[in-house]
């Protein structure tokens, strides 16, 4: 497939987010051709504008990692969460159906209630614990239902370059010489925002479409993750553990929704590799001072 023919030309959304900004280098990296507007240029939320930018673009791929992903304040604003994560992905998958092509779109693993003690696979039921989890699932429901050659890719605990939630700002934190209040109860995987980029390019390539699961393998805490980031940095870290509901937070989280990534094994494409080896990579990329 040569560069710039219809196949390798990607329409990005939410290309200045945390997971869009990675899909943007590794898949430019890769020959891709992507053009990604801003939400200034393109509201996802307005159905003329998704389909005037489509129609111009003619991509073969669009990719959706626009969303509201504020989980505490869409419990107070959960218009605004569904008109974004519901009506906006509809929007998009629609508008990519219209021109034949292909969409990924970005889902969350906050669709589970994580009651289940294990992790969750492709095929297990979601269940939402909240507002934003809610928005999350009506978006995976109406992008497969306007658009049959989708893949719904679910990925969760996302850390990266240009992030604000607590693993993004960990590293900052930790070389700040912060004290640390870290979710020491919950079961996390914490995923780079990169190999995810990586994995959503190799579901692409499967033409297998419906819902994937992409999150790091293996599991540790949000405590754990601090101390092995703080250990490799060769900090000696101020890590205060607190129980989740301790923590304050507006939306119930989940106490185990770790995400099994089936499809990858049912399909032979390689698993997302295990979070503590993901976080050397990280570390190395953003120049640590590890070693
Ligand atoms: N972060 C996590 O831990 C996590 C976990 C599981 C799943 N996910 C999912 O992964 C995907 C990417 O998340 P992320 O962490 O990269 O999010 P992010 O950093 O908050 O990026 C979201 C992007 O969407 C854009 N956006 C918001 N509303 C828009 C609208 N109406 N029209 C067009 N663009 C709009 C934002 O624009 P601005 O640049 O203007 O803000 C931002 O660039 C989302 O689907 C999210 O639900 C994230």
């Known amino acids: 497939m040569a560069p710039g023919s ?7 959304f939410g290309g200045r987010g945390m997971l869009g900004r990675e899909i943007l280098r590794e898949w430019g990296g890769l020959g891709h051709e992507i053009v990604a507007p801003q939400p200034s240029e393109c509201d996802v939320r307005i159905a003329g504008d998704v389909e005037r930018v489509t129609a111009l673009v003619q991509p073969g791929i669009v990719v959706n990692a626009a969303a509201w992903t504020d989980v505490d304040g869409a419990e107070s604003r959960p218009d ?8 906006g992905a509809e929007n998009v998958a629609a508008a990519a159906a219209g021109v034949g092509a292909v969409v990924l779109h970005v889902s969350t693993d906050f669709v589970f209630d994580g009651r289940a003690g294990r992790p969750y696979d492709e095929f297990d039921d979601p269940c939402p614990l909240t507002l934003y989890g809610r928005s999350k699932l009506a978006g995976e429901r109406l992008v497969a239902r306007v658009a049959p050659r989708h893949f719904v890719v679910r990925t969760a605990y996302l850390y990266g ?6 693993g993004s700002t960990l590293l900052a934190g930790i070389r700040g010489g912060e004290t640390i209040r870290a979710d020491a109860t919950r079961r996390v995987a914490p995923t780079w925002t990169r190999a995810m980029a990586r994995q959503c ?3 692409v390539g499967t033409e297998r479409y419906g819902v994937w699961h992409a999150a790091s393998a293996g599991e540790t805490t949000w405590v754990g993750f601090a101390q092995a980031m ?9 890590i205060v553990a607190a129980d989740t509901r301790a923590l304050g937070l507006a939306a119930p989280r989940p106490d185990c929704s770790l995400l099994e990534g089936r499809m990858a094994r049912l399909t032979r494409i390689p698993p997302m590799p295990a979070w503590n080896l993901a976080l050397d990579e990280y570390l190395e990329s953003e120049g640590s001072e590890a070693g």
């Open 230 to 238: 703080a250990g490799r940095l060769g900090r000696d870290a101020r």
């Open 161 to 166: 370059r240009g992030g604000r939630n607590f």
């Open 201 to 203: 390019l190799r579901i």
């Open 80 to 87: 605004d969460a569904f008109l974004v994560n519901a009506l």
């Open 6 to 12: 219809p196949d390798r030309r990607v329409l990005l």
